[in-house]
T-cell receptor, first 115, second 114 residues
Framework: AQKVTQAQTEISVVEKEDVTLDCVYE???????LFWYKQPPSGELVFLIR??????QNEISGRYSWNFQKSTSSFNFTITASQVVDSAVYFC????????????FGSGTKLNVKP | DGGITQSPKYLFRKEGQNVTLSCEQN?????MYWYRQDPGQGLRLIYY???????QKGDIAEGYSVSREKKESFPLTVTSAQKNPTAFYLC?????????????FGSGTRLTVV
């Protein structure tokens, strides 16, 4: 069965600190996709990144970076030099093996960045 | 600009009433989805549709109904059979390509039973 675990319910940091959001997933499939979404207070989920199971290269996009490790079934997300605008709930998601357009979401991590 | 429009943003329902949440997209996406979000929980799939006039139940379909008469529209009805309807409802759409392109989400409707 597909499952995504985000063990950190809420994290608080001070602006300019680095912060890592953890995501651990479970799947028996060899082909799958992982995603991170950001949900600001407005409510709309914003797509951040997609990673397929055959590409373990880490990715960096500005202050954001992602560490994908199949050996530990983890897809962690790091924000460097956090800013107040990063405050949001962040969701990790895993694709359904039979329908790549269907996803399983973790419970989310609420990030509070204080000035 | 292309996107997904959900309305209303806030909705109050009396017990025993049916209510319909609207979702419209102008992205020309084939697939549309309804998710429910409860505090401290992830999103749970209610229904999804990959083509017009066809839809499938998700993980928590009981007490909900949908229709897909037009490609652009995927309304969700919360019926009186849904015992705990107070939640945040998110509509999403996606391209139907077998590569996991991910969703575009609407801004959500917050439903409260009064």
């Amino acid at each position: 069965a597909q499952k995504v675990t985000q063990a950190q319910t809420e994290i608080s940091v001070v602006e300019k600190e680095d912060v890592t959001l953890d995501c651990v997933y479970e799947t028996r499939d060899t082909t799958y996709y992982l995603f991170w979404y950001k949900q600001p207070p407005s409510g709309e989920l914003v797509f951040l990144i997609r990673r397929n199971s055959f590409d373990e290269q880490n990715e960096i996009s500005g202050r954001y970076s992602w560490n994908f490790q199949k050996s530990t079934s983890s897809f962690n997300f790091t924000i460097t030099a956090s800013q107040v605008v990063d405050s949001a709930v962040y969701f990790c998601a895993l694709s359904d093996p039979n329908n790549f357009n269907k996803f399983y979401f973790g419970s989310g991590t609420k990030l509070n960045v204080k000035p | 600009d292309g996107g997904i429009t959900q309305s209303p943003k806030y909705l109050f329902r009396k017990e025993g009433q049916n209510v319909t949440l609207s979702c419209e997209q102008n992205l020309n996406h084939d697939a549309m989805y309804w998710y429910r979000q409860d505090p401290g929980q992830g999103l749970r799939l209610i229904y999804y549709s990959q083509i017009v006039n066809d839809f499938q139940k998700g993980d928590i379909a009981e007490g909900y109904s949908v229709s897909r008469e037009k490609k652009e529209s995927f309304p969700l009805t919360v019926t009186s059979a849904q015992k705990n309807p107070t939640a945040f409802y998110l509509c999403a759409s996606s391209i139907l390509i077998r590569k996991g392109y991910g969703y575009t989400f609407g801004s959500g409707t917050r439903l409260t039973v009064v």
